[in-house]
């Protein structure tokens, strides 16, 4: 099993930064095996694609709507996952959930193809 917790979450103002973390831990878990990615759910809408990045760290890829704003990296010494958020707007505003994913070919993109969700945390940009 695999345990995901995300953290920084918070309320800011419009054209402000946050920075999430998502730490993640199991018997089973190590870096090299697992995609991380990160979704996003507003209210009474469908939990979206944000980013995701490969265990290598390289070419993270985007959703068209947070790319030049956002920018994942990851530490595998510290099993950790990071979406700095910059630039933030209101339509930004939602739960934020870090997932895990075996695939290793290329930055995983539908909810499917993650195995392991966090609980989320909860970002509010206000205008």
């Known amino acids: 099993q695999v345990q995901l917790v995300e953290s920084g979450g918070g309320l800011v103002q419009a054209g402000g930064s946050l920075r999430l973390s998502c730490a993640a831990s199991?018997?089973?878990?190590?870096?090299?095996?697992?995609?991380l990615g990160w979704f996003r759910q507003a209210p009474g809408k469908e939990r979206e694609f944000v980013g995701a990045?490969?265990?290598?760290?390289?070419?993270?890829y985007y959703a068209e709507s947070v790319k030049g704003r956002f920018t994942i990296s990851r530490d595998n010494a510290l099993n950790t996952v990071y979406l700095q958020m910059n630039n933030l707007k209101p339509d930004d505003t939602a739960v934020y959930y870090c997932?895990?994913?075996?695939?290793?070919?290329?930055?995983?993109?539908?909810?499917?193809?993650?195995?392991?969700w966090g609980q989320g945390t909860q970002v509010t940009v206000s205008s």
């Open positions: 990045i490969l265990w290598s760290g390289d070419e993270p």
């Open positions: 199991g018997r089973t878990y190590r870096s090299s095996s697992y995609a």
């Open positions: 997932a895990a994913s075996p695939k290793r070919l290329r930055p995983p993109r539908r909810r499917y193809e993650y195995d392991y």
